[in-house]
């Protein structure tokens, strides 16, 4: 993978964006060989969930009972929450299973997880669709679970591909991130981390290429925008949500375009936008502290703190995140550029963390041709969208 890279860099003179696809890829099936299914934080909850959207796909009716679903007999993995930890056995395991067929196709009950009240079902079509050709194929356990990981990434690396073509600068900034080890370990996993990355990339590039771009946006790039700016809105219970007003500051720099379209753009997003914030409302409520009185009483293990309370009481606020700083900034630092792989128990030294965040620090120079977002306005727009996300 390194040598065809190379060849691509120096002899081919490939195109970069075709190169990060290629890298994504070629380093996402490594980490997925290196990282055994389950290893990943939450996959087995992941994997439920998509084999449960794998049902429907092959016309398998579960019962209504949400905690349980049907699957064959083969996949029913009891230890499953016990393989946490990368060890020989794991390796063993897959290496012992990979190409075995399935002996019992019996569709079986089993207790499942199901994380779709997190995220809307398109999250797990990819890793679903894997899971089922694997089981159309009568493929063994570790082959049907390995496929619904190809799937994902196969996904996942084309949505950030698409994206990253769009840029009409930052390129570089976007290549580091997309390779960044916790990167690639979440989209190569079945994790809906990986779609929501690649839905990530791709609005960020239209959404630019929109503002930015010389050349104007046509319908089929509209809709692929407003598509993956519904979807980052839908997820997570709206923590996304406020990036979708980036998209007011693009009906507003794109003023000078003809009136009525400008009005039906404005008009079309303003629709999708409020829908979004509609289906969310329940969660804005419960976030914002407005309905949190009830929340708080009724979940009282730990003392909750709510954006209102917060506001009302700045001194605690600003302990708050003076603590936070002080205690957990290397943690979240070393976190972010993929210093805690697996469920963070695979501690990778410092000094390549620093490596990748001295790459991401250079590829934020822009270039001699890159006209970066320069206007205070706009900056300012732009911290306040991360600010309200991470709020």
Not at 160 to 169: A, D, H, S, T
Not at 194 to 212: D, E, K, Q, V
Request: aromatic share 12%.
């Amino acid at each position: 993978h390194a040598l065809i890279l190379l060849y691509g860099t120096i002899i081919g003179k490939w195109n970069p964006d075709k190169l990060f696809l290629l890298a994504v890829l070629g380093w996402g099936v490594v980490y997925s060989m290196l990282l055994p299914v389950y290893t990943i934080p939450d996959e087995p909850s992941h994997v439920d969930t998509a084999y449960r959207v794998s049902n429907e796909i092959l016309g398998v009716k579960d019962n209504e009972i949400g905690s349980t679903l049907y699957r064959r007999y083969d996949d029913i993995d009891i230890d499953a929450m016990e393989k946490t930890e990368v060890t020989p056995e794991s390796y063993r395991e897959v290496y012992e299973n990979l190409f075995a067929r399935v002996k019992n196709k019996t569709l079986t009950e089993s207790y499942s997880r199901n994380n779709l009240g997190n995220v809307p079902k398109v999250f797990y079509v990819p890793q679903a669709v894997g899971l089922s050709v694997g089981r159309l194929l009568g493929a063994g356990r570790t082959l049907t679970y390995l496929l619904g990981r190809v799937f994902n990434l196969l996904t996942a690396a084309l949505l950030m591909y698409f994206g990253v073509r769009k840029l009409p600068f930052g390129k570089s900034v976007f290549y580091v991130i997309g390779l960044l080890p916790i990167t690639l370990q979440e989209v190569m996993s079945f994790s809906y981390d990986a779609f929501l990355i690649g839905i990530s990339f791709l609005f960020a590039g239209y959404l630019l290429h929109w503002i930015y771009g010389e050349q104007k946006m046509e319908f089929p790039e509209m809709a692929v925008l407003l598509a993956a700016a519904i979807l980052l809105g839908l997820a997570k219970a709206g923590a996304y949500l406020p990036l979708t007003l980036l998209l007011i500051v693009a009906v507003y720099r794109k003023k000078t375009e003809k009136s009525r379209q400008g009005k039906r753009t404005a008009l079309w997003l303003a629709g999708s936008i409020g829908f979004c914030y509609m289906v969310q409302y329940p969660n804005i409520l419960m976030r914002t502290g407005l309905v949190a009185k009830a929340a708080a009483k009724a979940s009282a293990v730990t003392e909750n703190y709510q954006i209102t309370t917060l506001l009302k009481n700045p001194v605690s606020l600003f302990r708050i995140l003076e603590n936070t700083v002080a205690e957990k900034s290397d943690i979240y630092l070393k976190g972010i550029l993929g210093g805690k792989l697996g469920w963070l128990n695979i501690d990778i030294p410092w000094h390549i963390c620093m490596a990748f965040l001295i790459l991401l620090l250079l590829a934020a120079i822009p270039g001699k041709e890159e006209h970066y977002i320069r206007k205070g306005y706009q900056k300012l727009g732009i911290w306040s969208v991360c600010i309200l996300s991470s709020g």
